[in-house]
């Protein structure tokens, strides 16, 4: 009896003992060394990124912690970390907003990118393109008529006030860079066509780019601005929408990754980026609908060639050093819309 007892105690201390570890213990054991770790943000959705991760840490042997937001929000993460780095790479985000955020981020010249157009190259290599995203508008086809909506000068139309699906350029990367390219397209002063922007949205400005293609699919607006990816990927789904390539121009301003400085593993973050640039990796694009940087793999059907489109010379530079400028008086305008 006394042995029961005996034993019951001791296999009462070994778990006390045992929940006596320190909280994570078990899972710190089972994580690999520091210098198999990599750490990325990114603002690309799940359905992109998740393959081509798996299929890096596959490869390498490299533990990926992605973290998403979006590309804005992540940046401005970055910057505010830059003193104690935690992301090893940005991954996604207009090359033009990516710009705004130089100081933060490493030089890197990434393999393959003598297969890339010298027109979606960073000068200096500070970032690595990944995807050309051409800026499309959609709208629904239940609520506007073929050929209504052809160009960036009907998004200005009285007809539409308050029916424009719009995201938040200062949360949205993609939403700054379809700003910015209905600017360069628009004749006339850039801040008066702002300002009428604005204020056909009658106060309605959504907060992800995402919303754009839900609110004009079930009709809650008429038209919207989104990229191509996303809404040739509803269209296809079956969704009451279509899309135009503006008569009056459109832009075709790459997305892109880059290393950010001092990052706490550098050498796995430069692997990861010669991957994205990878054969393997840019053809993944087109099932995503997406166009790769690289001139080594021909587009798929679906998607038009430059020559099909009117194309603007975009200034990356020009939209980079704006950034602010611009971001504060769209802000400006849209408060006293929605204030008036």
Known sequence: MKKAVCICLALALALLSACGEQPGEAELSLAPPEDERLVVYT??????????VREFEERTGIWV???????????????????SPRADVMFGGGVDTIEVYRDYLEPYTAEGIEHVPED???????????????????????LIDDGAVTCWQDLLEPAFRGKIAFADPAVSGSSFTSLVTMLYALEGDVDTNLRAFAGNLGGRELDSSG???????????????????????????????????????????????????????????KRFIDFTLSPEVQKLLLEQYRRPVRTDIALTGELPGEEDMQVLDY???????????VLMSWAFYLDKEETA
Do not use: C, M
């Open 315 to 325: 200034d990356v530079a020009w939209a980079s050093s704006h950034h602010d400028t």
């Open 43 to 52: 603002s690309h959705k799940q359905e992109l990124w998740w393959p081509i």
């Open 211 to 269: 919303d754009v293609l839900t609110g004009v699919s079930d009709g809650s607006f008429w038209i919207g601005v989104t990229l191509e990816e996303t809404a040739l990927k509803r269209v296809d789904a079956g969704d009451s929408l279509r899309l135009v390539y503006p008569d009056d121009g459109t832009s075709l301003v790459p997305d892109g990754s880059a290393i950010v400085k001092g990052a706490a593993h550098p050498d796995n973050a």
């Open 65 to 83: 912690d992605v973290v998403t937001g979006g590309s804005n929000e992540l940046l401005e993460r970055i910057s505010e970390e830059a003193e």
């Open 120 to 142: 979606y190259r960073s000068e200096g290599g500070l970032w690595t393109p990944f995807s050309v995203l051409p800026v499309v508008i959609i709208y629904n086809t239940r």
